[in-house]
Nanobody
Framework: QVHLVESGGGSVQAGGSLRLSCEVSEYRYRRLCMAWFRQAPGKEREGVASIYNRDGSTYLADSVKGRFTIAQDIAKNTVYLQMNSLKPEDTAMYYC????????????????????WGQGTQVTVSS
């Protein structure tokens, strides 16, 4: 069983920054594809970033590329999503998710592959 606990959401003005954290149980002992998804009201949940813990390979969706960064600190069992140059359209509930497996999909995280989820953290960007 993998437990995920997110933190770091909040409210910022457009152009601001936030860093989300996801503490992951057993992170250093398992092969995990970690991903950040987000869901805005009335919209489907979408994957915005992923990282594979064994080799650090990453994926960023086009909508966040150049503004968001995903990173890991294995010693702290934590995955981060650094969000810069935030826009109002980034407003959503952000979820950390884990998929035990040999790699992450190179074309981005697929919702149905992820069986472990955090509770979510709200990000609100005002114009």
């Amino acid at each position: 069983q993998v437990h995920l606990v997110e933190s770091g959401g909040g409210s910022v003005q457009a152009g601001g920054s936030l860093r989300l954290s996801c503490e992951v149980s057993e992170y250093r002992y398992r092969r995990l594809c970690m991903a950040w998804f987000r869901q805005a009201p009335g919209k489907e949940r979408e994957g915005v970033a992923s990282i594979y813990n064994r080799d650090g390979s990453t994926y960023l969706a086009d909508s966040v590329k150049g503004r968001f960064t995903i990173a890991q600190d294995i010693a702290k069992n934590t995955v981060y999503l650094q969000m810069n140059s935030l826009k109002p359209e980034d407003t959503a509930m952000y979820y950390c998710a884990a998929d035990p497996g040999p790699s992450c999909r190179p074309d981005g995280p697929r919702l149905r592959d992820f069986g472990y989820w955090g509770q979510g953290t709200q990000v609100t960007v005002s114009s």
